[in-house]
Protein backbone atom coordinates (compact mmCIF):
# COMPACT_ATOMS: atom_id res chain seq x y z
CA UNK A 1 0.00 0.00 0.00
CA UNK A 2 1.57 3.05 -0.82
CA UNK A 3 2.20 5.72 2.10
CA UNK A 4 0.47 8.57 2.23
CA UNK A 5 2.63 12.19 2.27
CA UNK A 6 0.58 14.76 1.03
CA UNK A 7 -2.99 15.85 1.65
CA UNK A 8 -5.12 18.12 -0.56
CA UNK A 9 -8.36 19.55 0.61
CA UNK A 10 -11.06 21.40 -1.57
CA UNK A 11 -12.30 24.17 0.60
CA UNK A 12 -11.57 26.30 3.89
CA UNK A 13 -14.70 26.47 5.58
CA UNK A 14 -15.29 25.46 8.92
CA UNK A 15 -14.53 22.01 8.00
CA UNK A 16 -12.10 21.97 4.85
CA UNK A 17 -9.78 24.22 7.40
CA UNK A 18 -10.08 21.50 10.33
CA UNK A 19 -9.18 18.75 8.08
CA UNK A 20 -6.23 20.86 6.72
CA UNK A 21 -5.38 21.44 10.66
CA UNK A 22 -5.25 18.17 11.52
CA UNK A 23 -3.94 17.26 8.55
CA UNK A 24 -0.63 19.43 9.05
CA UNK A 25 -0.63 18.85 12.40
CA UNK A 26 -0.37 15.42 12.09
CA UNK A 27 3.10 15.76 9.80
CA UNK A 28 1.25 15.36 6.20
CA UNK A 29 2.36 17.87 3.48
CA UNK A 30 -1.38 19.98 2.95
CA UNK A 31 -2.56 22.20 0.18
CA UNK A 32 -5.73 23.73 0.61
CA UNK A 33 -7.68 24.69 -2.75
CA UNK A 34 -10.18 27.60 -2.73
CA UNK A 35 -11.96 29.25 -5.21
CA UNK A 36 -11.17 32.36 -4.83
CA UNK A 37 -7.43 34.44 -3.08
CA UNK A 38 -9.89 36.04 -0.42
CA UNK A 39 -11.02 32.39 0.56
CA UNK A 40 -7.44 30.70 0.69
CA UNK A 41 -6.27 33.54 3.06
CA UNK A 42 -9.67 33.55 5.19
CA UNK A 43 -9.25 29.96 5.48
CA UNK A 44 -5.21 29.88 5.83
CA UNK A 45 -6.24 32.22 8.58
CA UNK A 46 -8.60 30.56 10.36
CA UNK A 47 -6.45 27.92 10.85
CA UNK A 48 -3.67 30.07 12.08
CA UNK A 49 -5.79 31.34 14.60
CA UNK A 50 -6.66 27.78 15.89
CA UNK A 51 -3.21 26.84 16.36
CA UNK A 52 -2.38 29.76 18.29
CA UNK A 53 -5.04 28.86 20.38
CA UNK A 54 -3.82 25.11 21.15
CA UNK A 55 -0.78 27.00 21.80
CA UNK A 56 -2.13 29.43 24.69
CA UNK A 57 -4.19 26.56 26.10
CA UNK A 58 -0.73 24.64 26.78
CA UNK A 59 -2.46 21.48 24.18
CA UNK A 60 0.36 22.40 21.51
CA UNK A 61 3.68 23.49 21.44
CA UNK A 62 5.36 26.57 19.72
CA UNK A 63 7.70 24.47 17.64
CA UNK A 64 4.99 22.13 16.51
CA UNK A 65 2.61 24.69 15.44
CA UNK A 66 5.43 26.62 13.63
CA UNK A 67 6.36 22.68 11.47
CA UNK A 68 2.20 22.67 11.17
CA UNK A 69 2.18 25.83 9.89
CA UNK A 70 5.29 25.67 7.50
CA UNK A 71 3.92 22.46 6.17
CA UNK A 72 0.76 24.21 4.89
CA UNK A 73 -0.37 26.18 1.90
CA UNK A 74 -3.36 27.15 -0.02
CA UNK A 75 -4.32 27.94 -3.52
CA UNK A 76 -6.76 28.48 -6.03
CA UNK A 77 -5.59 26.27 -9.07
CA UNK A 78 -6.56 22.61 -8.34
CA UNK A 79 -3.29 21.61 -10.32
CA UNK A 80 -1.48 22.32 -7.17
CA UNK A 81 -3.20 19.12 -5.55
CA UNK A 82 -1.77 16.93 -8.85
CA UNK A 83 0.60 15.23 -6.64
CA UNK A 84 -1.72 14.72 -3.34
CA UNK A 85 -1.96 11.23 -2.68
CA UNK A 86 -5.14 11.87 -0.74
CA UNK A 87 -7.74 14.57 -1.60
CA UNK A 88 -10.73 15.29 0.86
CA UNK A 89 -13.60 17.53 -0.63
CA UNK A 90 -15.41 19.70 1.59
CA UNK A 91 -16.73 22.23 -0.12
CA UNK A 92 -20.49 23.30 -0.12
CA UNK A 93 -23.48 20.46 -0.03
CA UNK A 94 -25.02 20.32 -3.56
CA UNK A 95 -24.19 17.76 -6.14
CA UNK A 96 -24.04 19.45 -9.19
CA UNK A 97 -21.03 21.58 -7.61
CA UNK A 98 -18.90 18.34 -6.84
CA UNK A 99 -19.63 16.83 -9.92
CA UNK A 100 -17.75 19.16 -11.35
CA UNK A 101 -15.23 19.69 -8.64
CA UNK A 102 -14.50 16.31 -8.68
CA UNK A 103 -14.88 15.64 -12.85
CA UNK A 104 -12.04 18.52 -13.19
CA UNK A 105 -10.00 17.07 -10.62
CA UNK A 106 -10.00 13.48 -11.08
CA UNK A 107 -8.04 14.82 -15.12
CA UNK A 108 -5.52 16.39 -12.84
CA UNK A 109 -4.42 14.26 -9.94
CA UNK A 110 -2.50 11.37 -10.25
CA UNK A 111 -4.69 8.44 -10.76
CA UNK A 112 -3.12 6.42 -8.22
CA UNK A 113 -4.59 8.83 -5.42
CA UNK A 114 -7.35 7.87 -3.01
CA UNK A 115 -10.16 10.32 -3.59
CA UNK A 116 -12.78 11.03 -0.23
CA UNK A 117 -15.89 13.27 0.16
CA UNK A 118 -16.65 14.61 3.51
CA UNK A 119 -20.75 15.18 3.05
CA UNK A 120 -22.58 14.68 5.51
CA UNK A 121 -25.52 13.29 3.97
CA UNK A 122 -25.14 12.33 -0.30
CA UNK A 123 -24.31 9.05 -1.24
CA UNK A 124 -20.32 8.03 -2.01
CA UNK A 125 -21.18 6.49 -5.00
CA UNK A 126 -23.04 9.13 -7.23
CA UNK A 127 -19.95 11.22 -6.79
CA UNK A 128 -17.52 8.00 -7.04
CA UNK A 129 -19.19 7.89 -10.72
CA UNK A 130 -18.38 11.40 -11.73
CA UNK A 131 -14.83 10.43 -11.96
CA UNK A 132 -12.45 7.67 -13.61
CA UNK A 133 -11.47 6.19 -10.47
CA UNK A 134 -14.65 4.90 -8.31
CA UNK A 135 -12.45 2.07 -7.04
CA UNK A 136 -10.35 5.12 -5.13
CA UNK A 137 -13.16 6.24 -3.84
CA UNK A 138 -14.37 6.71 -0.24
CA UNK A 139 -16.55 8.96 2.07
CA UNK A 140 -14.64 10.24 5.21
CA UNK A 141 -16.91 12.22 7.21
CA UNK A 142 -15.50 14.36 10.00
CA UNK A 143 -17.33 16.24 12.94
CA UNK A 144 -17.29 19.36 14.09
CA UNK A 145 -15.06 20.74 15.08
CA UNK A 146 -12.73 18.86 13.41
CA UNK A 147 -9.41 19.60 15.98
CA UNK A 148 -11.92 18.54 19.19
CA UNK A 149 -14.12 15.31 17.34
CA UNK A 150 -12.45 12.00 17.42
CA UNK A 151 -14.77 10.16 15.24
CA UNK A 152 -14.80 10.05 11.48
CA UNK A 153 -17.31 7.39 9.64
CA UNK A 154 -15.10 6.06 6.56
CA UNK A 155 -17.57 5.09 4.19
CA UNK A 156 -17.17 2.28 1.99
CA UNK A 157 -19.24 1.78 -1.41
CA UNK A 158 -19.50 -1.24 -3.44
CA UNK A 159 -17.00 -0.38 -5.98
CA UNK A 160 -14.06 1.00 -3.23
CA UNK A 161 -11.17 -1.51 -3.19
CA UNK A 162 -9.52 -2.53 -0.44
CA UNK A 163 -6.36 -1.08 -1.28
CA UNK A 164 -8.16 2.32 -0.67
CA UNK A 165 -10.14 1.38 1.72
CA UNK A 166 -7.12 0.08 3.86
CA UNK A 167 -5.63 3.51 2.85
CA UNK A 168 -8.49 5.73 4.25
CA UNK A 169 -8.43 3.80 7.54
CA UNK A 170 -4.55 4.95 7.59
CA UNK A 171 -4.77 8.22 6.91
CA UNK A 172 -7.76 8.69 9.78
CA UNK A 173 -5.38 7.02 11.89
CA UNK A 174 -2.44 9.02 10.73
CA UNK A 175 -4.75 12.43 11.60
CA UNK A 176 -4.97 11.31 15.37
CA UNK A 177 -8.86 9.93 15.03
CA UNK A 178 -10.73 7.10 15.39
CA UNK A 179 -12.67 5.52 12.52
CA UNK A 180 -15.44 3.62 12.21
CA UNK A 181 -16.74 1.39 9.24
CA UNK A 182 -20.20 2.35 7.65
CA UNK A 183 -22.17 1.68 4.52
CA UNK A 184 -22.81 3.60 1.74
CA UNK A 185 -26.63 4.63 3.01
CA UNK A 186 -28.07 8.79 3.29
CA UNK A 187 -26.71 9.49 6.75
CA UNK A 188 -24.22 6.85 7.08
CA UNK A 189 -24.42 5.85 10.94
CA UNK A 190 -24.39 9.09 13.57
CA UNK A 191 -26.69 11.33 11.33
CA UNK A 192 -29.41 8.32 10.56
CA UNK A 193 -29.13 8.15 14.37
CA UNK A 194 -29.41 11.67 15.09
CA UNK A 195 -31.14 12.93 12.78
CA UNK A 196 -34.57 11.40 13.69
CA UNK A 197 -34.48 12.30 17.81
CA UNK A 198 -33.55 15.62 16.75
CA UNK A 199 -36.79 15.49 14.03
CA UNK A 200 -38.61 13.85 17.17
CA UNK A 201 -37.87 16.35 19.54
CA UNK A 202 -39.06 19.23 17.56
CA UNK A 203 -42.42 17.32 17.21
CA UNK A 204 -42.57 16.57 21.16
CA UNK A 205 -42.29 19.94 21.01
CA UNK A 206 -45.26 20.70 18.49
CA UNK A 207 -47.26 18.67 20.16
CA UNK A 208 -46.94 19.88 23.66
CA UNK A 209 -44.91 16.75 25.39
CA UNK A 210 -42.89 19.35 27.24
CA UNK A 211 -40.92 22.74 26.59
CA UNK A 212 -37.83 23.66 24.89
CA UNK A 213 -35.92 23.78 28.49
CA UNK A 214 -37.26 20.56 29.89
CA UNK A 215 -37.28 18.48 26.52
CA UNK A 216 -33.58 19.89 26.83
CA UNK A 217 -33.03 19.30 30.56
CA UNK A 218 -34.55 15.71 30.37
CA UNK A 219 -32.13 14.57 27.80
CA UNK A 220 -29.39 16.38 29.32
CA UNK A 221 -29.67 15.13 33.02
CA UNK A 222 -32.01 11.74 32.53
CA UNK A 223 -29.91 10.06 29.28
CA UNK A 224 -26.59 11.61 30.50
CA UNK A 225 -26.23 13.49 26.96
CA UNK A 226 -23.70 17.29 27.12
CA UNK A 227 -26.26 19.01 25.40
CA UNK A 228 -30.05 18.73 24.85
CA UNK A 229 -31.84 18.36 21.48
CA UNK A 230 -32.52 22.02 20.72
CA UNK A 231 -29.36 23.07 22.06
CA UNK A 232 -27.60 20.88 19.11
CA UNK A 233 -30.09 22.15 17.03
CA UNK A 234 -28.82 25.16 17.29
CA UNK A 235 -24.95 24.42 17.39
CA UNK A 236 -25.58 22.47 14.04
CA UNK A 237 -27.69 24.53 12.20
CA UNK A 238 -31.63 24.31 11.83
CA UNK A 239 -30.80 24.78 8.02
CA UNK A 240 -28.43 21.99 7.93
CA UNK A 241 -30.41 20.11 9.81
CA UNK A 242 -33.51 20.71 7.37
CA UNK A 243 -31.25 20.56 4.51
CA UNK A 244 -29.90 16.57 5.61
CA UNK A 245 -33.36 15.79 6.41
CA UNK A 246 -35.25 16.25 3.01
CA UNK A 247 -32.30 14.31 1.57
CA UNK A 248 -32.78 11.12 3.71
CA UNK A 249 -36.21 11.72 3.49
CA UNK A 250 -35.73 11.05 -0.36
CA UNK A 251 -34.01 8.25 0.06
CA UNK A 252 -35.74 6.49 2.78
CA UNK A 253 -38.89 7.53 2.55
CA UNK A 254 -40.10 6.85 6.36
CA UNK A 255 -41.70 9.56 8.29
CA UNK A 256 -39.00 9.66 10.94
CA UNK A 257 -36.87 11.58 8.53
CA UNK A 258 -39.41 13.87 7.56
CA UNK A 259 -38.60 17.74 8.68
CA UNK A 260 -41.53 18.76 10.95
CA UNK A 261 -43.42 22.26 10.09
CA UNK A 262 -42.05 23.70 12.74
CA UNK A 263 -38.72 23.31 11.61
CA UNK A 264 -39.16 23.95 8.18
CA UNK A 265 -40.76 27.26 9.10
CA UNK A 266 -38.09 28.51 11.37
CA UNK A 267 -35.37 28.40 8.07
CA UNK A 268 -37.77 29.81 6.18
CA UNK A 269 -37.40 33.18 9.18
CA UNK A 270 -33.95 33.23 9.25
CA UNK A 271 -34.05 31.34 12.86
CA UNK A 272 -31.26 28.91 11.87
CA UNK A 273 -29.63 28.99 15.66
CA UNK A 274 -26.20 30.32 16.39
CA UNK A 275 -25.22 31.51 13.38
CA UNK A 276 -28.16 34.11 12.65
CA UNK A 277 -28.17 34.57 16.46
CA UNK A 278 -31.63 33.25 17.14
CA UNK A 279 -33.08 29.51 16.61
CA UNK A 280 -34.97 27.59 20.00
CA UNK A 281 -32.90 30.03 21.89
CA UNK A 282 -31.16 33.25 21.14
CA UNK A 283 -27.98 34.08 20.55
CA UNK A 284 -25.25 36.63 21.23
CA UNK A 285 -23.19 37.02 17.97
CA UNK A 286 -19.88 38.27 18.79
Known amino acids: MKKIKK ?28 ISSELVDKGLQKVHGS ?7 GKLEAADRDAAVARLSGTVDLGALADCDVVVEAIVENLEEKRKTFSALDQVV ?3 AIFASNTSSLTITQMAMFTQRPEKFVGLHFFNPVPVMKLVEVVRTLLTSQEAYDAAIEVVRGFGKEPVTA ?23 EEGVGSIEDIDKAMQLGCGYPMGPFTLLDFVGL ?9 MFDEYREKRFAPPPLLKQMVLAGRLGRKSGRGFYEHSRK
Open 110 to 112: QPD
Open 51 to 57: LGKAVEK
Open 239 to 247: DTTYYIANI
Open 183 to 205: RDNSGFLVNRLLVPYLLDAVRAY
Open 7 to 34: VGVLGSGLMGSGIAEIAARAGYETVVRE
